[in-house]
């Protein structure tokens, strides 16, 4: 009877938990399934998400309950990184894991914001001072300036980079179809880079793949000037260069 009456609690506040998930069984799942299959994430963000779970689960051990994990545990393990990479990527994946764990009651209440909240006030590691790698103009114009004379296909990719702040996996996918003549802009839609069934790729394409952009907003056009406009169309009309530049594979494909 009292743990029928305990039992009729849980339920009435929604706190009845049927299974209980190690942490092998929910982060199998979640970075399997959910980073995958259902966010759609880049290898490289699965890749980002990869590392610290691994830590996470040799840290507390694969057996080991998700229900289980305190807030203390979370402090304790957050507090052991010892870069600022390694402690935002910890962070990060703690926060959306467990949000998830619990957005799907397989934890009743969710330790990590209160963890978080703890780390981040008591400051033990600081974001090292940003340094700045951005080219000068001279520096820029140089550069361009020796690719021209040296590999025109990689002067198009350097100007491109440089004017429209693309990405390098979505600079290297660009190509004619994608760009309007007429109203002198560029559709970004797409990028290459490598994907998660590798099946049918040899090492020379396994990069080259194409994929879907990192997100929904990064499908974007971009303006493009009248001198880059100038070299495309010049591109563009040398059947040798154009004919050289489709058949690169994997460089900057245009």
Known sequence: ?????????????????????????????????????????????????????????????PDTYMDSITTTDLKNFINKCETFSAYKAMMQMIQNSFQYAK?????????????????????KITKPPTKKNAFTLNELMNLLLTARKMDYTFYLFLLLSASTGA???????????????QKKQLLIDCQLGRGYDNEGFDDNTLLSQKRTLKTLNSKRYVPLPDFIMDELYLAKTDSFLHFHI????LCFYI
């Open 167 to 181: 990405r390098v996996s979505e600079t290297r996918a660009i190509c004619f179809s994608k760009i309007d003549f």
């Open 1 to 61: 009877m009292k743990y029928r009456d305990n039992l009729i609690v849980k339920l009435i506040k929604n706190q009845y938990m049927p299974y209980r998930f190690t942490l092998k069984e929910f982060y199998n799942y979640w970075l399997y399934y959910y980073i995958i299959d259902v966010c759609k994430y880049a290898y490289n963000t699965f890749k980002y998400y990869a590392t610290p779970v691994k830590r996470f689960c040799e840290y507390f051990r």
């Open 103 to 123: 957005n799907q009651q397989i934890i009743i209440s969710n330790p990590a914001p209160l963890a978080i909240e703890i780390c981040k006030k008591e400051k």
């Open 246 to 249: 489709r058949h690169l594979p």
